[in-house]
């Protein structure tokens, strides 16, 4: 399977932004799922989006409206855009690759995805 390496995690202040990258994101199945997940100390590991080969995408209530999934095919990339960060956001940050499911379908519940990268850490301070 594809290695997975997320990239782009830093300090930022509250209201800052930062772009997460995952290189390596490959869609080997048409039906393949590529997501973001979080999890912090003693919490359980939290999804925020999902986006299948397409390009459709599907955000967890803690992501919309604030996160942004997309993809680089060419660079075989998986982008996290995130905008107006809070204190609550500070987390270990994965990418991970799941499915298969049907086009459309994809979601960011941690059950579907099977391959996960290292993850980086985002912390916001207030």
């Known amino acids: 399977q594809v290695q997975l390496m997320e990239s782009g995690g830093d300090s930022v202040q509250s209201g800052g932004s930062l772009r997460l990258s995952c290189a390596g994101s490959e869609y080997t199945d048409t039906r393949r799922c590529m997501g973001w997940f979080r999890q912090s100390p003693g919490k359980e590991r939290e999804g925020l989006a999902a986006?299948?080969?397409?390009?459709?995408?599907l955000y967890a209530r803690t992501a919309k409206g604030r996160f942004t999934i997309s993809q680089d095919a060419v660079k075989k990339t998986l982008y996290l855009q995130m905008n107006n960060l809070e204190p609550e956001d500070t987390a270990m940050y994965f990418c991970a690759a799941g499915g298969p499911l049907p086009m459309g379908t994809c979601s960011p519940i941690t059950n579907l995805y099977f391959n996960w990268g290292r993850g980086t850490q985002v912390t916001v301070s207030s």
């Open positions: 986006i299948d080969r397409d390009g459709t995408t």
